[in-house]
C-alpha cells in the first residue's frame, strides 16, 4: 500500500518503505500575473495539506485518497476576490496549478507516453526525468524494488499533464479557458507493483470508482461484433479519391481471389464538402452518382459484404459545416461558432446530439452499418478559451455516442483522439486508435508504427481495444505489419490499391468465413523491452499477448542500424507463465522447441525481419498447439478434451493441425476419417495433421491405446 507522509512530503510503500515521490512544491499562474510559488500552512482542511500565497488569498489544497491498490492525488485551488463586483483575480487558462516533485528515488529505467502531436501520442524512454516531454500522459519507471506507475487524470473541467524541468516533474492542471477562481479535480492516480501489466488497468478502475470521470476500464467494454472480421478501407487504397466505381473495382478483385472480406470502410473523400466544410448528408454526387445508399447496397449484394461503414470528423468535416448550405439550416440549433469561425456540433450534450442524429439517422437509412470518427483531439483546437477542456471533450463525446449507440449499436471507430481529454471522456465506445497512420511510401515507416502501437497500448490499451491501423499486404513491409496485426487484439483491414493484394500476407490472420484471428487481450511490449527503445538499442521489439491459454509473441527487428539483433524467447515473456515447461512454435521455421523452467530461446533478426511464435504451457503428457498455418495457432481451439489415454480436440476449421506429445499416437481421425500424420523434427514428438480438405469445424480424435 503506498503512504503519505505529509511530514516531510514523500510517498512511501508501507511494507517497504522505499520512497516513490519525494520532496513536493506548489505553483499557481494567475492571468496578468505570472507564476507564483506557494508557502506550506500546517493547517487545511483534513487529510490536506494547505499551500497559500504571502496574502492567503490564494490557496491550493492537495489531499491524498489512500486506497489498498494505489494513491489518488485531488488538487482544490482556490482564490479569494474581496468584490464580486471588482476586478477579478482568475487562474490563468494553462497551468493554472503546478504541482512539482523533486525526485522519484531510485529510478533505472523509464517509459512514459506523450503527445508529441495533437493527435497521437509516442513513448519516450529517458531516464532523465528533467528530460520528460511536455504533454506527457502516462509514467512508468522501474527501480531495483518493482514498478511504480502516475498516470494524470483529464476530468469534468481540467486536465492534468507531466513534464520534465530541472528541479523535477512537474504535474500541470489546465482547464484551457480562463476566468475561474477554483480549480478542483482529481489530478492523477498512483500504483507500484511487480507487475507493470497490472498498473494501468488498476489505476484506471481505482479513477472510474470515484465517479469523476466519464470513461470506463476496457474490461468493462465489450469488442465490437461487427469488427471481429476482415476488413478493407479505402483510405490507402484511393486517399480522396474514393469513388462508387472504384469500391466496385476493388470488391470485384478481392471476391474473385476468395479473401473474404466482411466490412468495408469508405474513408475521406465520400463526402459533399465545399473548402473543407460539409455540405450534405449524402455522398459527393460527382463520386457517386447514384447516392452513398446505392454504393452501400452493391457492395452487399454483389460481394458478399456484410457491414459498410463511412468515415467523418467530430466536427461533420475538416472545417465544420458548410454555414451557406441547406444542411446548415436544417441543423443550426445544434452547432457552435468555433474558434476560427468554424461551425461544428455544439459541446453541449443535448444540442449536439441533435446533429448526430439527424446525420446517422439518413446514414442508417442508407445502410450504413458503423462510422469511423476523425479528428477527435481538435476539440481543444476549435473551443479553447471557450469551454474548459474536459467538459467540452465529454459534452461532444457523449452526444456522438448516444447517436452511434442508437443507430449502430455503439459500433465506432475512434481516430486521430489520443489526447488525455479524448481519452479520459468517451462514455462508452470501446475501440480506439493506437497510433499514427501506416504510411505506406515511407520506406521505414514500420520502426516507428510498430514502436508507438506497442508501447502506447501499454497505458491505452487499459481504456480501449486498440485499433492498430490498416496495411498494404503488397508492400516491402507486409509480413512485418502482418505479423503486428497478430498480436494487437483489434481489428485488421488491409487497404491494398486495385492491383496489389497479396492473399497470402493476410490468410494467417483470417478463417475461411471472413472471422479474424483476434487475440484476447492488447499487445504489449514485454517486460525485458518495457523501459527500453529497441530504435534506438540493438535489441528485438517483443510484443505479447495470449489466446486460448497460450502465449502469443511477436519480435521485430526495428533498430535503427544494419547489424543484426538478438534475444531470447521464453516463458518469462508471457505474463503467468514463469516458473513451468513450455512449447515454444515457431510460425515462419515451422519447429517446436521444449523449453524446461528457466531456458531461453536465442532469436536473431537481421534489419526488416519479424518472427512469431506461440508459447503453450506444458501440463499434460500430450498438447495442441493449434492450427499451425495461423499466427496464433491456439486461437482455433474451440475446445479441448482428454480421457485416459485419448485426446479429442475440436477445431473452427480445417488446416495443418499440430500437437506435441511424449507418446507416439496408434491412430488420429479427423471427423471420423483415418488421418495422415506426419512427425516433427528430433525427438520432442510434434505431430501435423493435415485437414486442410475438411469443410467447417473439425474433430481431431487421437488415440495412444495399442
Not at 455522398?283 to 457492395?299: C, H, I, N, T
Not at 490472420?509 to 499487445?523: K, N, Q, S, T, W
Amino acid at each position: 500500500m503506498l503512504e503519505w507522509n505529509d511530514s516531510n512530503s514523500i510517498i512511501t510503500i508501507r511494507n517497504d518503505g522505499n520512497v516513490v515521490l519525494e520532496g513536493l512544491d506548489v505553483f499557481v499562474r494567475l492571468r496578468d500575473e505570472g507564476e507564483l510559488k506557494l508557502s506550506r500552512r500546517d493547517e487545511g482542511p483534513e487529510g490536506a495539506i494547505r499551500f497559500v500565497d504571502d496574502t492567503g488569498s490564494v490557496r491550493v489544497d492537495v489531499r491524498f485518497d489512500v486506497r489498498q491498490d494505489g494513491l489518488l492525488l485531488y488538487v482544490d485551488g482556490a482564490i479569494d476576490n474581496p468584490s464580486p463586483f471588482g476586478r477579478q483575480r482568475t487562474f490563468a487558462p494553462t497551468d493554472g496549478v503546478v504541482l512539482q516533485w523533486a525526485a522519484l528515488p531510485g529510478l533505472t529505467g523509464l517509459m512514459a507516453n506523450y503527445q508529441h502531436k495533437d493527435w497521437w501520442t509516442r513513448p519516450h524512454f529517458n531516464p532523465d526525468i528533467r528530460a520528460l516531454p511536455a504533454r506527457t500522459q502516462s509514467l512508468l519507471w522501474k527501480t531495483a524494488h518493482g514498478f511504480r506507475y502516475l498516470l494524470p487524470v483529464c476530468g469534468e473541467r481540467i486536465r492534468t499533464d507531466l513534464a520534465g524541468c530541472e528541479s523535477g516533474l512537474r504535474v500541470r492542471l489546465s482547464a484551457f479557458q480562463g476566468g475561474f477562481s477554483r480549480y478542483t479535480s482529481l489530478a492523477f492516480v498512483l500504483t507500484a507493483g511487480a507487475d507493470p501489466f497490472e498498473l494501468p488497468a488498476r489505476s484506471v478502475r481505482l479513477a472510474a470508482e470515484t465517479g469523476l470521470v466519464a470513461v470506463r476500464p476496457r474490461e468493462e467494454k465489450a469488442y465490437p461484433a461487427i469488427l471481429d472480421g476482415l476488413g478493407w478501407c479505402s483510405w490507402d487504397a484511393f486517399y480522396h479519391e474514393v469513388s462508387a466505381e472504384g469500391l466496385d473495382r476493388k470488391l470485384a478483385e478481392l471476391h474473385g481471389m476468395g479473401l473474404p472480406v466482411r466490412w468495408v470502410m469508405i474513408d475521406d473523400g465520400w463526402s459533399d464538402v465545399r473548402d473543407r466544410m460539409l455540405r450534405s448528408f449524402d455522398a459527393d454526387p460527382g463520386k457517386f452518382p447514384d447516392g452513398l445508399g446505392a454504393s452501400v447496397r452493391s457492395l452487399k449484394q454483389r460481394y458478399g459484404v456484410r457491414h459498410v461503414g463511412v468515415w467523418h470528423t467530430i466536427a461533420g468535416y475538416w472545417g465544420g459545416i458548410d454555414p451557406e448550405s441547406r444542411l446548415f439550416s436544417s441543423v443550426r440549433s445544434s452547432l457552435r461558432e468555433a474558434n476560427g469561425g468554424a461551425w461544428i456540433p455544439a459541446p453541449d450534450a443535448a444540442a449536439g446530439f441533435g446533429f448526430w442524429n439527424a446525420w446517422h439517422g439518413y446514414l442508417r437509412r442508407q445502410g450504413v452499418d458503423f462510422v469511423k470518427v476523425d479528428s477527435q483531439s481538435a476539440v481543444l483546437n476549435f473551443l479553447r478559451d471557450q469551454e474548459p477542456v474536459g467538459s467540452a471533450a465529454r459534452a461532444m463525446h457523449t452526444s456522438l455516442e448516444a447517436s452511434v449507440a442508437l443507430h449502430f449499436g455503439g459500433c465506432v471507430i475512434n481516430c486521430m483522439g489520443m489526447a488525455s481529454e479524448n481519452v479520459w471522456n468517451r462514455p462508452s465506445s470501446a475501440l480506439s486508435r493506437n497510433s499514427d497512420d501506416f504510411v505506406p511510401n515511407e520506406p521505414h515507416g514500420f520502426r516507428e508504427h510498430a514502436l508507438q502501437n506497442a508501447y502506447n497500448s501499454f497505458y491505452h490499451g487499459a481504456f480501449y481495444w486498440g485499433d492498430w491501423d490498416m496495411y498494404w499486404t503488397d508492400h516491402h513491409e507486409a509480413r512485418s505489419n502482418m505479423v503486428l496485426r497478430a498480436v494487437s487484439g483489434g481489428p485488421v483491414y488491409v487497404s491494398d490499391k486495385v492491383g496489389g493484394t497479396d492473399p497470402a500476407n493476410i490468410r494467417p490472420l483470417v478463417y475461411r468465413d471472413g472471422a479474424i484471428v483476434r487475440c484476447d487481450e492488447p499487445g504489449r511490449p514485454c517486460a525485458d523491452c518495457l523501459t527500453v527503445d529497441p530504435s534506438a538499442v540493438p535489441v528485438p521489439l517483443k510484443v505479447w499477448s495470449r489466446s486460448n491459454g497460450t502465449g502469443a509473441l511477436a519480435l521485430f527487428h526495428i533498430y535503427n542500424g544494419d547489424e543484426d539483433v538478438e534475444g531470447f524467447v521464453s516463458a518469462e515473456d508471457i505474463p503467468g507463465f514463469k516458473g513451468q515447461p513450455v512449447i515454444v512454435w515457431d510460425s515462419f521455421a515451422g519447429r517446436a522447441t521444449k523449453l524446461e523452467e528457466g531456458q531461453r530461446l536465442a532469436v536473431r533478426l537481421k534489419p526488416g525481419e519479424a518472427a512469431m511464435y506461440s508459447i503453450v504451457p506444458v501440463r499434460h503428457g500430450a498438447e495442441p498447439v493449434g492450427l499451425v498455418d495461423k499466427l496464433v495457432p491456439a486461437h482455433a481451439i474451440e475446445h479441448c478434451r482428454r480421457e485416459e489415454e485419448r485426446m479429442f480436440v475440436r477445431l473452427k476449421e480445417g488446416g495443418k493441425f499440430v500437437f506435441v506429445t511424449e507418446w507416439k499416437p496408434a491412430r488420429v481421425w479427423a471427423n471420423g476419417r483415418p488421418a495422415n500424420v506426419l512427425a516433427g523434427d528430433g525427438t520432442l514428438g510434434a505431430y501435423e495433421v493435415d485437414c486442410s480438405g475438411e469443410n467447417g469445424p473439425v474433430d481431431i480424435e487421437i488415440d495412444w491405446r495399442r
